[in-house]
């Protein structure tokens, strides 16, 4: 069984849109939406969970009826962190998946993945127990220094960009958690499974990634959504007619 888990506990403060980013709406469709149907349309993925802020399940609720989002089976409340979040929706599937199930996190305001992303994640997880979308660094890279400056240089060759999703046998996600609340790491580390991962001295597997899986994190992450989306529409359009 693939069940995605969608994070969508956070307030997103950073976009100033008046509402956490995941529910702001684009074309008059809230983000949520689309993240979700990225998995609704996946034939491989059986079921989603979503990690809702509280004060948000109810319009959650009305999202799932409007876009028929039928293989939504369960809403889980987020914490007050990232990182309760995750741990609450990884414990709230305890009775609901065999160690053998596949558990894909996607963050509820990354909507422009690709079903290409997902499968491929789905592809590797399959064979290593542990998949994450990696993208290679385009750009290049320096260090971030005190006062603005910038005195190293950083061979981008070297390093990935971490996306969404990340996917893993249930019962591996498990036992990274209790690994890291054994060694004392769920404060001090940086709070994503797959930096506990790196503190545990475990090996990521990468899936494909590329550059369009972004994170929304700002207000113009906002904007070059809309464009994608308006992108997208005219193109089904065009093959509609």
């Given at each position: 069984?693939?069940?995605?888990?969608?994070?969508?506990?956070?307030?997103?403060?950073?976009?100033?849109?008046?509402?956490?980013?995941?529910?702001?709406?684009?074309?008059?469709?809230p983000v949520l939406a689309y993240t979700i149907?990225?998995?609704q349309k996946n034939p491989q993925v059986d079921a989603i969970e979503i990690v809702c802020h509280a004060d948000w399940i109810h319009y959650l609720e009305t999202i799932i009826?409007?876009?028929?989002?039928?293989?939504?089976?369960?809403?889980?409340?987020?914490?007050e962190t990232f990182q309760e979040s995750v741990i609450n929706g990884v414990n709230y599937l305890k009775d609901k998946l065999?160690?053998?199930?596949?558990?894909?996190?996607?963050?509820?305001?990354?909507?422009?993945?690709?079903?290409?992303?997902?499968?491929d994640g789905i592809r590797v997880c399959k064979e290593h127990g542990i998949s994450v979308s990696c993208t290679p660094c385009f750009q290049l890279l320096g260090s971030n220094d005190e006062n603005r400056e910038s005195k190293t240089?950083?061979?981008?060759?070297?390093q990935v960009q971490i996306c969404c999703p990340q996917s893993f046998r249930y019962g591996y996600l498990l036992d990274i958690y209790h690994r890291a609340e054994e060694k004392g790491l769920l404060d001090v580390i940086e709070p994503h499974t797959t930096s506990l991962m790196y503190a545990l001295g475990d090996t990521i597997y990468q899936s494909y990634g590329d550059q369009t899986n972004i994170k929304i994190t700002t207000k113009e992450d906002l904007e070059l959504f809309e464009g994608y989306a308006l992108l997208r529409q005219s193109r089904q359009e065009e093959q509609g007619g």
């Open positions: 069984m693939i069940t995605a888990m969608i994070l969508a506990g956070g307030s997103g403060s950073r976009v100033g849109a008046g509402r956490p980013k995941q529910f702001v709406e684009i074309l008059g469709k149907e990225l998995y009826e409007n876009y028929r989002l039928s293989k939504v089976k369960w809403i889980t409340h987020g914490g065999d160690n053998n199930d596949m558990v894909m996190i996607h963050y509820g305001a990354a909507p422009f993945t690709s079903q290409h992303i997902i499968s240089w950083i061979d981008r060759d070297k």
